[in-house]
């Protein structure tokens, strides 16, 4: 099942814009748009988010509860794991940290730390290492389930012990925190995907979203 809504960005005369299909006129002007040439083609809008299966030996965040474009709200909180080469998340919760639940990540935010920035693909070297230090942890007494604590001891825990024995490249992770690791890795993509729900929830309540172009 394909959980993209599909929000088309178009551009006809005075401003961008947004709907889930292409109109048969303008919505600024009324131009019959079967004539009339468009400004800017119409594109589909990336679609922020994925299935944690699809994004091996990456981290993965979702909100705790509900989804991320129905449901999230900033002051949510947000749950974190690590999938592995065959996208298997690893998760740490009351549960204790288990793998067993990755049908669940069917909207997520996936983070990778160890793909080529020019090509995407995962350094084979890099994927091995990244198996053995997530098996190796997760066969680790430490991450038992009565040692879990929402507040101390969580799921962010568990991602910044992995990063740190992973050592991955240009990931500071000397004292890295949760709140250097937001800063790192998350609000990139947090930000981004925020900007792409808040259009979503427009667009439920409204045929299209209208942004005015910037005048020179």
């Known amino acids: 099942m394909n959980l993209d809504p599909g929000i088309v960005c178009y551009q006809h005369c005075e401003g961008r ?82 793998s067993d639940y990755t049908s669940s990540w069917t909207q ?13 693909r995962l350094d084979p070297v890099w994927l091995e290492y990244w198996d053995f230090t997530l098996h190796t942890m997760a066969q680790d007494p430490t991450w038992a389930e009565d040692r879990y604590d929402e507040t101390s001891f969580n799921c962010y825990s568990f991602v910044l012990e992995f990063l740190k024995k992973l050592g991955p490249p240009g990931i500071k992770t000397k004292g890295l925190s949760k709140t250097s690791l937001c ?25 299209v979203v209208a942004v005015p172009l910037m005048k020179q």
């Open 183 to 207: 800063e790192q890795l998350l609000v990139p993509h947090t930000t981004a995907a925020a900007k792409y729900i808040s259009l979503y929830r427009k667009l439920r309540s409204q045929t």
């Open 108 to 120: 997520s935010l996936g983070v990778s730390v160890i793909s080529d920035p020019a090509t995407g």
């Open 17 to 98: 814009l947004f709907s889930f299909s292409l109109p048969s006129s303008c919505y600024l002007c009324g131009a019959d748009l079967s004539v009339e040439p468009l400004t800017c083609p119409p594109f589909r809008l990336p679609y922020p988010f994925v299935r944690a299966s699809q994004a091996p030996c990456s981290i993965v965040i979702k909100p705790t509860k509900g989804d991320f474009l129905h449901d999230y709200r900033s002051s949510n909180d947000l749950h974190i794991g690590v999938t592995d080469s065959e996208g298997r998340v690893f998760e740490y919760d009351h549960e204790g940290l288990h």
